[in-house]
Nanobody
Framework: QVQLVESGGGLVQPGGSLRLSCAAS????????MGWYRQAPGKQREMVAT???????NYKDSVKGRATISRDSAKNTVILQMGSLKPEDTAIYYC??????????WGQGTQVTVAS
């Protein structure tokens, strides 16, 4: 069973930046994909950014140019940095991992609120 520990988030002013970190542990099969999703109140959970084993990345269109996802495969850690934050970026951000058996795991989520 993979455990995910998230850190970062909180209250950020519009135009500010955030840094979210997630560390995965307990994977016997190894980690394949790592990433971040978010869910705003009343909305469906959506992909923000993902990064694969070969550092192949994928971003939600609305965060392209503002977000950077990176991973340390040796430490099974994924980091999301995002700038020029807008109120519509307010959401609970979830760490997401797929192991090499293609089993998905979710973190507990961390709240990001963009407001002045």
């Amino acid at each position: 069973q993979v455990q995910l520990v998230e850190s970062g988030g909180g209250l950020v002013q519009p135009g500010g930046s955030l840094r979210l970190s997630c560390a995965a542990s307990g994977s016997a099969a190894g980690i394949n994909l790592m990433g971040w999703y978010r869910q705003a109140p009343g909305k469906q959970r959506e992909m923000v950014a993902t990064i694969g084993n070969y550092d192949n990345v994928n971003y939600k269109d609305s965060v392209k140019g503002r977000a950077t996802i990176s991973r340390d495969s040796a430490k099974n850690t994924v980091i999301l940095q995002m700038g020029s934050l807008k109120p519509e970026d307010t959401a609970i951000y979830y760490c997401y991992v797929i192991d090499n058996t293609l089993t998905p795991f979710w973190g507990q989520g961390t709240q990001v609120t963009v407001a002045s």
